[in-house]
């Protein structure tokens, strides 16, 4: 999730705490609920983003740390302070184990909200770099924000509705993830009806003869991934062997039947690719649904090399507008797309890794770092 919703789902675990309430409190749990998300701060580039992103901050061993660390604060605090009048009770009153286990059950929480989305959280780190992508909630989501933004600003002094509010942020993403999987679970069984539907090309050259129908029994997977307006709103990605098929799917609707077609990489370059260049190893392992976009021949000086553009298909939005603000600058997609410049002999001339400025920018083009 983006941070403001972590933030605020900390607040309101602050004030959902028993005893007595001070302000300092949802201010603390707010900070801390939000702080794994600070290893941001220390990336600079598109591979460190993807490699330490959702990394160790964001892990069970390293959140204890975490934890322990803003723990100290209120602590500190406390044994520095002194008090006005021999009555007047210390606010930071906390022993710091008891700091400490509040700190670590705020930082699970922000584990548990980052495990829901497609992204993947490094929950085993430094013993596995697993990423847990549970693929239940989009990055932004209304669902979650507005409530909470709203119990904040309304009924914050009302410790009930502190409770229900932190109860929906375990119950909520709960509740889409098994949507996901029911609804997954019904598409694979019922393989819809008509038994045939329509594929538009992303580019004829890179999926030569897929265009115009296709044939459901050829399908092997079905993913639904979080987009704008999940649980309500999916996107539906088929796996047909050479191609991904997406489309936009909304429960309230029937199953759609016209989708746009996406090239798998070619298996030879793609494993040449990673073979040559640490970049793309990286963002081999990082990558759910790989595609190959474009495949460009280029003229000039360049005459004779092959530029070839590679995303991710779980970023970006079947609605046009969400895609428009969350992926592309001045029209063009840009969110975690790699790319290659392969000699006419097949040598891996130049790499560069693309994204927004947030996640590292724009790498440049690079000679390959084996």
């Not at 989501?141 to 002094?157: E, T």
Request: charged share 20%.
């Amino acid at each position: 999730m983006e941070p403001i919703t972590h933030a605020l789902s900390g607040a309101v675990i602050g004030y959902a705490l028993p005893g007595k309430r001070r302000w300092w409190l949802p201010a603390w749990a707010a900070l801390v609920a939000a702080s794994p998300d600070m290893d941001v701060f220390f990336t600079r580039t598109p591979l460190q983003y993807i490699e330490y992103h959702r990394g160790i901050t964001h892990s069970f061993v390293g959140g204890l740390g975490l934890a322990l660390l803003l723990a100290l604060i209120p602590w500190l605090m406390n044994r520095w302070r002194v008090p006005k009048v021999p009555d007047d009770s210390p606010p930071f009153g906390w022993p710091l184990p008891l700091a400490w286990l509040t700190a670590y059950l705020l930082i699970l929480h922000h584990i548990f909200l980052d495990c829901m989305n497609s992204y993947g959280t490094q929950v085993f780190l430094p013993f596995s770099d697993y990423r847990v992508r549970l693929n239940a909630l989009f990055i932004v989501d209304p669902l979650l924000l507005l409530p909470l933004a709203l119990g904040l600003i309304f009924w914050r002094k009302r410790r009930a509705v502190m409770i229900g509010l932190l109860l929906w942020t375990i119950l909520y993403p709960l509740g889409s993830l098994a949507t996901r999987v029911g609804l997954e679970a019904h598409l694979k069984d019922s393989h819809y009806t008509p038994d045939v539907f329509t594929q538009e090309l992303l580019s004829e050259d890179l999926a030569p003869g897929q265009r115009g129908k296709g044939l459901w029994d050829d399908v092997r997977a079905v993913h639904l991934v979080p987009d704008a307006f999940t649980p309500f709103h999916w996107k539906l990605i088929l796996d047909r062997g050479s191609v991904w098929d997406v489309a936009g799917y909304t429960v309230f609707t029937e199953e759609p039947q016209t989708f746009i077609a996406y090239a798998k990489p070619p298996q030879p370059l793609w494993a040449e690719l990673a073979a040559k260049d640490r970049m793309f190893r990286a963002y081999e392992r990082f990558a759910l649904y790989p595609a190959l976009e474009a495949e460009i021949p280029l003229e000039g000086p360049l005459e004779g090399y092959t530029e070839y553009v590679f995303s991710d298909l779980r970023f970006g939005s079947t609605i046009g507008w969400v895609d428009d603000i969350q992926v592309r600058r001045h029209g063009k997609p840009t969110t975690f797309r790699i790319m290659a410049r392969v000699a006419p002999d097949g040598r891996v001339s130049a790499v560069r890794f693309i994204t927004t400025t947030g996640a590292g920018g724009d790498s440049g083009w690079n000679p390959p770092v084996e």
